[in-house]
């Protein structure tokens, strides 16, 4: 396979694929959508024909499978998902199940049979939902999804177990599906940066170290219904206000980190039953993320007595629940080092890099050596419709993804 020729076809599977949107700048392929739904038809034909035996999984994830040739060898796994924030970009996911999807084809046009099974996954919505929780597909894969996640209620009181069985997903098949899991030899993720440290290093590709970790926030303030004119300020109970305070001392808090760490409010929403009615109840949405356990646990501790404290000044309680979305992980080294001898092999400059963002790696890294090759994001944009990464580039990564399986393959666990 020439160069140019696999940059063709990966240009056109993107743009096949950027084709399936909910409509609305950017893309948008949420979980529950039909432009989702639709899309994963297309990725499962896909995955056919380039040679792969695909099925979906109790889970919901399709599971493609190129058999090797000695059936003591195992599994190597590559993967990521198709699923997008809503106006989002055509990289995030896509890169790692098309990459892979081309690995594949290069594989068979090349005669290559593995000792290895060669195993492709799009997990299913790894994007961030209503119920807050993310990497739903590999979470159930690796047995991590429990009942309680299940019965996490959105804004309009439908469970996430509701939800999926109105897709026609089976909740007791999201429970159930790691008991099929079987442990690959490695997962090896091939996705954009969706930062901008690659291009302001002027590297081809990253060597992923670690994924950070997520703490989610969901605070909820009650103060008192007031009259808005006739109420003296000093005399307020106003929840919107203790709400905002709280949104600059989560920015405060990424401030602070000494890039340790970063913090986000995303969501902030007051009631009050008019302009002329002081806000008696109001709801935040927050999340920090950091690559050290010890920060996040310390910032989370800080941030809730600083939150508490407002609130306190404000005369408004305040209700907080964390949630943990995953612990940070550290990425396989022996994986790492392979993937940055083939980007060497290939004549390419990499770097190692830490990944600000989630990825379905950080839950096989739970149960597998996993290791992820990142490519450039220009102008380190993502989650929105200018994410982009030079069809070069992604070839580069599907070189480096195919070099680092071919590696793998020639050497026993
Ligand atoms: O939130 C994340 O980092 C990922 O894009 N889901
Ligand atoms: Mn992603
Ligand atoms: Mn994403």
């Given at each position: 396979m020439t160069l140019v020729a696999g940059a063709e076809r990966l240009h056109s599977d993107l743009a096949e694929l950027a084709t399936y949107s909910e409509g609305g700048p950017g893309t948008s392929r949420r979980l529950f959508s039909d432009a989702y739904r639709d899309s994963r038809d297309w990725v499962r034909e896909t995955m056919r024909e380039s040679g792969l035996v695909v099925r979906a999984d109790?889970?919901?994830?399709?599971?493609?499978?190129?058999?090797?040739?000695?059936?003591?060898?195992?599994t190597l796994m590559m993967g990521s998902h198709t699923d997008t924030v809503d106006g989002g970009?055509?990289?995030?996911?896509v890169v790692g199940v098309l990459g892979a999807i081309e690995v594949v084809r290069q594989f068979?046009?090349?005669?290559?049979?593995l000792a290895h099974d060669v195993v492709v996954v799009d997990f299913l919505g790894e994007e961030s939902n209503d119920y807050g929780l993310t990497c739903l597909g590999s979470r159930s894969f690796v047995g991590d999804l429990t009942a309680s996640d299940l019965a996490r209620v959105d804004t309009a009181g439908r469970t996430l177990g509701q939800r999926c069985a109105d897709s026609g997903l089976d909740p007791h098949g999201l429970l159930a599906a790691g008991r099929q899991f079987q442990r690959p030899r490695a997962y090896v993720e091939l996705h954009i940066e969706q930062g901008p440290v690659l291009e302001e290093r002027g590297a081809d590709i990253g060597v992923v170290t670690g994924i950070v970790g997520i703490q989610r926030l969901l605070a909820t303030f009650i103060g008192q219904a007031d009259h808005a004119g006739t109420t003296p300020m000093d005399r307020r109970r106003d929840a919107l206000v203790a709400?905002?305070?709280?949104?600059?001392?989560?920015?405060?808090?990424g401030c602070d980190a000494g890039g340790q760490g970063v913090a986000t409010a995303s969501d902030i929403?007051?009631?009050?039953?008019?302009?002329?009615?002081?806000?008696?109840?109001?709801?935040?949405?927050?999340?920090?993320?950091?690559?050290?356990?010890?920060?996040l646990s310390a910032a989370e501790?800080?941030?809730?007595?600083?939150?508490?404290?407002?609130?306190?000044?404000?005369?408004v309680e305040v209700d907080l629940e964390w949630i943990a979305d995953n612990e940070p992980r550290p990425m396989d080294g022996t994986i790492q080092r392979r993937i940055s001898t083939a980007a060497e092999a290939l004549g390419l400059r990499w770097e190692a890099i830490p990944?600000?963002?989630?990825?379905?790696?950080v839950h096989l890294a739970r149960v597998c050596?996993?290791?992820?090759?990142?490519?450039?994001?220009?102008?380190?944009?993502?989650?929105?419709?200018?994410?982009?990464?030079?069809?070069?580039?992604?070839?580069?990564?599907?070189?480096?993804?195919?070099?680092?399986l071919t590696d793998l393959d020639s050497t026993r666990a």
């Amino acid at each position: 396979m020439t160069l140019v020729a696999g940059a063709e076809r990966l240009h056109s599977d993107l743009a096949e694929l950027a084709t399936y949107s909910e409509g609305g700048p950017g893309t948008s392929r949420r979980l529950f959508s039909d432009a989702y739904r639709d899309s994963r038809d297309w990725v499962r034909e896909t995955m056919r024909e380039s040679g792969l035996v695909v099925r979906a999984d109790a889970a919901g994830n399709l599971v493609g499978v190129l058999e090797g040739n000695d059936p003591r060898a195992g599994t190597l796994m590559m993967g990521s998902h198709t699923d997008t924030v809503d106006g989002g970009g055509n990289y995030d996911g896509v890169v790692g199940v098309l990459g892979a999807i081309e690995v594949v084809r290069q594989f068979r046009e090349e005669g290559r049979r593995l000792a290895h099974d060669v195993v492709v996954v799009d997990f299913l919505g790894e994007e961030s939902n209503d119920y807050g929780l993310t990497c739903l597909g590999s979470r159930s894969f690796v047995g991590d999804l429990t009942a309680s996640d299940l019965a996490r209620v959105d804004t309009a009181g439908r469970t996430l177990g509701q939800r999926c069985a109105d897709s026609g997903l089976d909740p007791h098949g999201l429970l159930a599906a790691g008991r099929q899991f079987q442990r690959p030899r490695a997962y090896v993720e091939l996705h954009i940066e969706q930062g901008p440290v690659l291009e302001e290093r002027g590297a081809d590709i990253g060597v992923v170290t670690g994924i950070v970790g997520i703490q989610r926030l969901l605070a909820t303030f009650i103060g008192q219904a007031d009259h808005a004119g006739t109420t003296p300020m000093d005399r307020r109970r106003d929840a919107l206000v203790a709400a905002a305070s709280a949104v600059l001392a989560v920015r405060q808090t990424g401030c602070d980190a000494g890039g340790q760490g970063v913090a986000t409010a995303s969501d902030i929403s007051g009631y009050s039953s008019g302009p002329n009615v002081v806000p008696r109840t109001a709801r935040l949405q927050a999340e920090m993320r950091s690559i050290e356990p010890v920060w996040l646990s310390a910032a989370e501790r800080r941030l809730t007595q600083e939150i508490q404290h407002m609130a306190e000044s404000y005369g408004v309680e305040v209700d907080l629940e964390w949630i943990a979305d995953n612990e940070p992980r550290p990425m396989d080294g022996t994986i790492q080092r392979r993937i940055s001898t083939a980007a060497e092999a290939l004549g390419l400059r990499w770097e190692a890099i830490p990944s600000g963002a989630t990825h379905d790696a950080v839950h096989l890294a739970r149960v597998c050596p996993t290791a992820m090759v990142f490519v450039p994001s220009i102008g380190g944009r993502s989650h929105c419709p200018e994410e982009n990464t030079t069809i070069e580039d992604f070839v580069h990564g599907v070189g480096v993804l195919k070099e680092t399986l071919t590696d793998l393959d020639s050497t026993r666990a």
